[in-house]
C-alpha cells in the first residue's frame, strides 16, 4: 500500500483525495475524499483572469487540505489544475499560492492529459464488468470544459472542447450581472449551438458514436443522477455506478431550465454552488447523449481525482 493525495483544481470546484493505494491488487482505499466549490473560473471567459476573490477561495480551502494531508501522512502529493488556470492571464499568482501552501507546484495539464486521467479513475472499475459492453466513452463535464475519451483497457482517442457548466452559464445565462431566472427560449437555444458545435469539434477526434458505454462524471452527471434517485440527501454509494436512462435525463434538463433559483435550491441534494450553473451542465449532458445515441449514461463518482491518485501510485 502506498499512501498518496490527490488534489484536482477546477473551474468550479477543489477536491482532494487521500486515499491507500495497492498497485498489485487494484485496490484504491479511500481515507478522505471532499470537496469544496470555490469557482475559481468565476469571470475567466469573460476577462481573461482570475479574479483575486476567487483566488482567496481557492487558497482557502488549499489550506484546509494541506492540514488533511499533514494529518493522514501521505507519501505523495499531486496537484492538479484544469481548465481555468490553463486559460488565465496571471496563473503565475495561482501557482505561487498553491506553492506557499502546499509545498507542491501545480500541474496545469492540457485537456488530453486531464482526459486520459479521468478514463484511467473512471473505468478501473468497470473493466471486469460483464453487463457493460466496450469501448467506452468517458464524458467529463466539468465547469469550463467537457472531457470526451474513448477506450476499452486503454485510451484510444481523446479531445477537451471549451463547453462546461460554468461557461456556458456565463456565456449565456447572465445578463447585467445576473443569472436568467428561468433562461429564455433564446438563451437555451444558443447554449444548444454552443454544444453542438463544440461536440462537432469533439468528433473531429473521437468517433463519439462508437461508443458501447457512455461513462459519465462529475458534479453536473452525479447531481442530475441524485435527483432521479429522488434521494433526500447526496449519497455516493447509491450514485456510483447508477445507470439514468436518456428519458430521464431529459424530464430533468427540462424542468431545471424552467425553474427558479429557490425552486432548484430547495432540491434535496442540491450543493448551493451548484444552484446557478446546474441547467447549463443537465443541457450539456442531454446533448452529448443525443448525439452518441446513448440509451442511458452509467454514473461514476470515481474520476480525474482516482486518476491522478493511481499516477502516483505505480
Not at 115 to 121: L, P, R, V, W
Request: glycine share 8%.
Amino acid at each position: 500500500m502506498k499512501r498518496v493525495a490527490a488534489i484536482d483544481c477546477g473551474t468550479n470546484s477543489i477536491r482532494l483525495l487521500v486515499a491507500d493505494a495497492d498497485p498489485a491488487t487494484g485496490e484504491l482505499k479511500d481515507l478522505d475524499r471532499r470537496m469544496q466549490i470555490v469557482r475559481l473560473g468565476q469571470g475567466v471567459d469573460r476577462t481573461g483572469r482570475l479574479a483575486p476573490e476567487a483566488l482567496e477561495r481557492t487558497f482557502a480551502a488549499c489550506r484546509e487540505y494541506a492540514a488533511v494531508i499533514k494529518g493522514l501522512g501521505a507519501e505523495q502529493v499531486r496537484f492538479v489544475a484544469t481548465s481555468a488556470s490553463r486559460d488565465a492571464e496571471n496563473r503565475d499568482d495561482f501557482v505561487r499560492g498553491v506553492v506557499d501552501i502546499l509545498g507542491v507546484e501545480p500541474e496545469v495539464i492540457t485537456g488530453d492529459q486531464e482526459a486520459e486521467f479521468s478514463f484511467n479513475g473512471a473505468t478501473k472499475e468497470l473493466l471486469g464488468r460483464a453487463d457493460l459492453e466496450r469501448p467506452f466513452l468517458v464524458v467529463d463535464i466539468g465547469g469550463g470544459s467537457t472531457e470526451f475519451v474513448l477506450g476499452a483497457d486503454s485510451v484510444r482517442a481523446a479531445r477537451s472542447v471549451d463547453v462546461g457548466c460554468v461557461r456556458m452559464t456565463e456565456r449565456h445565462l447572465v445578463h447585467e450581472g445576473e443569472i436568467s431566472d428561468p433562461p429564455s427560449q433564446g438563451q437555451i437555444t444558443a447554449i444548444k449551438a454552443d454544444v453542438a458545435t463544440a461536440l462537432d469539434q469533439a468528433e473531429e477526434t473521437v468517433p463519439l458514436r462508437e461508443a458501447a458505454t457512455l461513462v459519465g462524471l462529475a458534479g453536473s452527471v452525479t447531481t442530475v443522477a441524485a435527483i432521479a434517485l429522488g434521494l433526500d440527501r447526496y449519497e455516493s454509494e447509491a450514485i456510483h455506478h447508477s445507470r439514468i436512462s436518456l428519458a430521464t435525463v431529459r424530464e430533468i434538463t427540462d424542468r431545471l431550465l424552467s425553474s427558479t433559483h429557490a425552486e432548484r435550491a430547495a432540491i434535496p441534494v442540491m450543493h448551493p454552488g451548484r444552484v446557478d450553473v446546474i441547467a447549463a451542465g443537465a443541457l450539456v449532458l442531454l446533448s452529448i447523449m443525443e448525439r452518441t445515441g446513448a440509451a442511458e449514461v452509467v454514473v461514476s463518482e470515481h474520476d480525474i481525482l482516482d486518476g491522478i491518485a493511481w499516477s502516483l501510485a505505480g
